[in-house]
């Protein structure tokens, strides 16, 4: 079956989880935590048609698509209906379907033996795994690291990341944590400058736009991404070896199809370092950026969409070029591998020799909030278990009260709104830091961490309570 057709089925079954717990939290006295269990665990059982242990899949669907059908019969009306929700309406429900949800685990139990430990069918049954998503939209994503610090405060760990540009880069940062240290990001931020990260000087171009500003992301954030004792000098992390798995967006051009000369993207902002080396200076000049953006969001036949780290080849890529790549903004940001590095030069070239592609881009112009691919990714069987929520984090989703911006955000608009329905909850920032900060000072870094913490606090209840696990039916 098509991952098309399988969300399909699973959308409403998600649907029906999210409202119960809503309506739960709502009203204290509609459930007590075992019936909620029944209910939720049922639904849990009639999503699943794989179950993933040491690599291999084992299919279920044949067992577990009657029982779905049931469940679907049973609490669609109820839980997606017009209707406020009422104990009175679920109560019986709780009670013809706990001896079938019962039944059914304990024969898959059977059925697996030998193959699945029980314990892995109870984890998959009981247990959600968290998935974040981050938006680009330069320095409006530091929003983002507020929400990572209240996330661990409720100890909620992510088992993927998924981000494009700015969101890539920071989401990248919480990757190589197993656990979120605000300390340790907000002395990262102390090290970086605009002078440490961004050169105005002519280099080649060999896979990235060339632009006025020069990226070198590894000056800032190599020494947190080093291999390891016994790797090639110039080798760093890969995607696949990160403490969290993280995919990143990044777009690609097409052979052939450059809108315009690669001269053009260069001198777009001049030449003049004077007036780029403040994001005052860079305003001046954005507007023009605009329009030229605008040739690749309306011509989407001439990019690629990339999702570096969802399969296994991509997976190899260099975690900081990945990221630096998804932050190449045509004709303002140039990111390029020119060190020698024979594993990222030999993977770039068979990725751009295989999709036909002339050169690599910022991920926002193809795929600004990549949660479709990291629910692919969930449902490849990337981080072991299918039972996963994904949250969607969008810093720069268009608003009236930042006119400047609004045009470049309705055009990011156009790359988001396709995934929206792949997540589980989507939350758009209103305060945020200016998208020109993109290397602020520690206290405009803090202050972005309180707007992201502060946004994010009216749906801490309904995550935890998702994300909680679900007690053991006995």
């Known amino acids: 079956m098509l991952l098309k057709q399988r969300f399909q089925i699973l959308r409403p079954l998600e649907e029906m989880e999210m409202a119960l717990v809503r309506a739960a939290l709502d009203s204290p006295s509609l459930l007590d935590t075992r ?23 084992y299919a279920v669907d044949a067992w577990t698509t009657p029982f779905r059908e049931d469940v679907s019969r049973r609490l669609g009306p109820v839980l997606l209906g017009k ?15 706990r001896a079938p949800v019962l039944k059914l685990r ?19 049954l009981q247990h959600k795994s968290l998935v974040v998503v981050a938006g680009g939209g330069g320095g409006t994503a530091y929003v983002y690291m507020g929400v990572m610090s209240l996330l661990d405060e409720h100890g909620l760990k992510p088992s993927l990341l998924a981000g494009t540009s700015m969101g890539a880069i920071l989401m990248l940062m919480r990757s190589r944590m197993a656990r979120f240290d605000e300390g340790e990001v907000v002395n990262i931020i ?6 440490k990260l961004f050169r105005f000087i002519s280099t080649e171009n060999r896979y990235g736009l060339p632009a006025a500003m020069r990226l070198f992301l590894r000056s800032g954030l190599g020494r947190y991404f080093n291999a ?25 051009i097409r052979r052939g199809m450059l809108p315009r000369p690669l001269e053009y993207y260069e001198r777009l902002l001049g030449t003049s370092p004077v007036s780029l080396l403040s994001p005052t ?17 309306t011509r989407p036949e001439i990019m690629v969409k990339l999702h ?10 260099d975690a900081i070029d990945a990221a630096g790549f998804s932050s190449a903004l045509p004709g303002v940001i140039h990111y390029d591998v020119l060190r020698d590095d024979a594993h990222m030069r030999g993977l770039l070239d068979g990725l751009m020799e295989e999709k036909g592609i002339f050169r690599l881009m910022d ?78 000072s520690v206290q405009l870094a803090t202050k972005a961490m309180h707007f992201g913490r502060k946004q994010l606090t009216p749906e801490m209840p309904f995550l935890t309570r998702m994300l909680s696990p679900l007690p053991h039916l006995g």
Request: charged share 20%; proline share 7%; hydrophobic share 45%.
């Open 35 to 57: 019936e909620e269990a029944v209910l939720r665990t049922a639904l849990s059982l009639a999503r699943l048609y794989k179950v993933r242990h040491e690599g291999h899949d």
């Open 83 to 97: 209707r406020r929700i009422t104990r009175d309406q679920l109560v019986p429900h709780v009670r013809d379907l």
């Open 106 to 124: 304990d024969e898959l139990v059977h059925r697996l033996h030998g193959l699945v430990p029980e314990e892995v069918l109870h984890r998959e």
């Open 190 to 195: 102390r090290t970086l400058s605009w002078r």
């Open 228 to 252: 390891g004792p016994g790797s090639q000098p110039e080798a760093g992390l890969q995607l696949k070896d990160l403490p969290v798995p993280m995919i990143i967006a990044v777009g690609g």
């Open 281 to 297: 200076g860079v305003a001046r000049r954005i507007q023009a950026v605009m329009g030229t953006l605008a040739e690749f969001f």
């Open 308 to 317: 570096l780290g969802l399969d296994d080849t991509t997976a190899r890529f």
């Open 363 to 440: 991920g926002g112009l193809v795929d600004n909030l990549p949660v479709k691919a990291a629910w692919k990714a969930v449902h490849h069987g990337n981080i072991g278990t299918r039972n996963a929520f994904v949250l969607a984090l969008d810093g720069f989703a268009p608003r009236l009260s930042t006119p400047f911006w609004l045009p470049l955000q309705r055009l990011a608009a156009m790359t988001v709104a396709p995934n929206l329905t792949y997540a589980h909850l989507v939350k758009r920032f209103g305060p945020t830091l200016s998208p020109l900060e993109l290397v602020p």
